[in-house]
């Protein structure tokens, strides 16, 4: 991120949002032999500038020098000004080249913290967060939802990417995570600041996350959806008069598996 190679990829993001022809920076895709834009990427409206996951932490001399306080940043956000740097001089210079569209970037992992200098309109951002799984970890979701409330004052509203998911300690096969009120409760408490959210969900039973996205779909429709009532229309509506006992048992489910999974599971060698 500290070498020459930055100004062939500005020159990519020029292209392409200047409308050239992909052979015009050798752009090639698929086995055609043929230069194209990726399929994905025809309206020539937004770049991605996300660096790759699991990044890895370059020791050149160059890099090294632009980390915050080297290994010493108490938050791990090292590549913060390094990474959103590069982002906004990427977007003044399209502004001042007269270029329409807009780069896009998460706030994600050691470049997730809102830098101290301002971000150009044509940046728009998505913050990566824990989501619903947080609700019963109070200091969690209001660090969390604090970080999202400011990141939305510095370039306007952002959406999410949050990890309702049965992954890492969590992926027990046959465990429940049905937890369709946390959804509700999570979803509602950011929507004053994202326009958007994603829910990476993973899961070895989809019957465990129907309620979760049911609920998730009308909130994101309508944040001041009354979730206890979608909820008590669905039992009604789907299981008649088992619906009392048939509430119960989700509730219990939900309750189990966030206050003794969620946050305390370790697992056994």
Request: a negative charge; aromatic letters at 16%.
């Amino acid at each position: 991120f500290s070498s020459d190679v930055m100004e062939e990829w500005y020159r990519d993001i020029r292209s392409y949002l200047s409308g050239e022809d992909a052979s015009v920076r050798r752009i090639h895709v698929g086995w055609n032999g043929q230069w194209d834009w990726p399929t994905a990427c025809k309206d020539r409206k937004y770049v991605d500038v996300m660096p790759n996951d699991s990044q890895y932490k370059c020791q050149c001399a160059k890099c090294r020098a632009a980390y915050t306080e080297l290994d010493r940043d108490p938050t791990g956000n090292f590549f913060t000004e390094l990474v959103w740097g590069y982002t906004r001089d990427f977007a003044n210079r399209l502004i001042a080249e007269g270029i329409p569209g807009y780069l896009t970037q998460m706030a994600y992992a050691q470049y997730s913290r809102v830098p101290d200098f301002d971000l150009p309109t044509n940046v728009l951002v998505m913050v990566a967060k824990t989501g619903p799984f947080s609700v019963r970890q109070p200091e969690q979701l209001a660090a969390d939802n604090a970080e999202i409330r400011k990141w939305s004052e510095k370039v306007g509203k952002v959406w999410i990417w949050t990890y309702p998911t049965k992954v890492s300690k969590l992926d027990i096969a046959g465990v429940p995570s049905m937890a369709p009120r946390a959804w509700g409760d999570y979803y509602r408490s950011v929507a004053p600041d994202v326009f958007g959210a994603f829910a990476e969900s993973e899961c070895d039973r989809f019957f465990f996350n129907h309620l979760n996205y049911y609920v998730f779909s009308k909130v994101c429709w309508d944040p001041s959806t009354d979730v206890d009532a979608l909820l008590d229309e669905y039992y009604a509506r789907c299981y008649g008069t088992a619906a009392p006992e048939a509430k119960l048992f989700c509730e219990e489910l939900e309750d189990k598996f966030l206050d003794e999974m969620v946050g305390a599971t370790e697992m056994a060698e």
